[in-house]
């Protein structure tokens, strides 16, 4: 069975600071999704990733995927209060199911 | 109407009553998804159906029935629920469930389901 790990699982961190969350993911996968998630709100597509060393950056949120060593990286470069949020990583299985990492809860404090 | 629309936002129903949830996309998308959001709990997946065929059931009770009758429109049918059932029930869809593509979903809104 896929296991999808997350870490940290809730990081508060100060405006302007960079921090990485992690991703680990226990069989193999070349396909791996990073989405978003606002309180109260659904779930958002943030990066795609498809195939080993693929790297995706929009604004200040950059991902990354290593499949050989099954880490998918988010890194967060000058954070701003409104990347406050819950972020998952979810892996795409050769049988085509999508297991969810359990979120990391990030809050921005200024 | 755009992306994927979810109906009701909020439901509240005790435990003998029978209610549905629905979920319509407007992206063309093939495959669509039931994932079930509980607090301190990751999402679950629930069903899946690809091209109106389920493909997944991932031993969800029976008392959740979920139903596809074309490819933009999902249902997910409730009965005699527990309240350990009280979640965050979202919809998604992707263009095709498998890996011969992105399979990059979209989720929508959810439906927040209250059990008494």
């Known amino acids: 069975e896929l296991k999808v790990e997350q870490n940290p699982l809730f990081l508060s961190m100060q405006e302007g600071k960079n921090y990485t969350i992690y991703c680990n993911y226990s069989?193999?996968?070349?396909?791996l999704y990073w989405y978003r998630q606002d309180p109260g709100k659904s779930l958002e597509s943030l990066f795609v990733?498809?195939?080993?060393?693929a790297v995706k950056q929009e604004g200040r949120l950059m991902a990354s995927l290593d499949t050989k060593a099954r880490l998918s990286t988010l890194h967060i470069t000058a954070a701003v209060h409104d990347l406050s949020a819950t972020y998952f990583c979810?892996?795409?299985?050769?049988?085509?199911?999508?297991?969810f990492g359990d979120g990391t809860t990030l809050t921005v404090k200024p | 109407e755009t992306g994927v629309t979810q109906t009701p936002r909020h439901l509240v129903m005790g435990m003998t009553n029978k209610k549905s949830l629905k979920c319509e996309q407007h992206?063309?998308?093939?495959?669509m998804y039931w994932y079930k959001q509980s607090a301190k709990k990751p999402l679950e997946l629930m069903f899946v159906?690809?091209?109106?065929?389920?493909?997944e059931n991932n031993s969800v009770p029976s008392r959740f029935s979920p139903e596809c009758p074309n490819s933009s429109h999902l249902f997910l049918h409730l009965h005699t629920l527990q309240p350990e059932d009280s979640a965050l029930y979202l919809c998604?869809?992707?263009?095709?469930?498998?890996?011969?593509?992105?399979?990059?979903?979209?989720f929508g809104p959810g439906t927040r389901l209250t059990v008494l």
């Open positions: 998604a869809s992707s263009q095709e469930f498998g890996t011969t593509s992105g399979n990059e979903q979209f």
């Open positions: 069989t193999t996968s070349d396909r």
């Open positions: 990733l498809l195939s080993n060393g």
């Open positions: 979810a892996v795409l299985t050769n049988a085509g199911k999508s297991t």
């Open positions: 992206l063309g998308h093939n495959a």
């Open positions: 159906y690809n091209f109106k065929e389920q493909t």
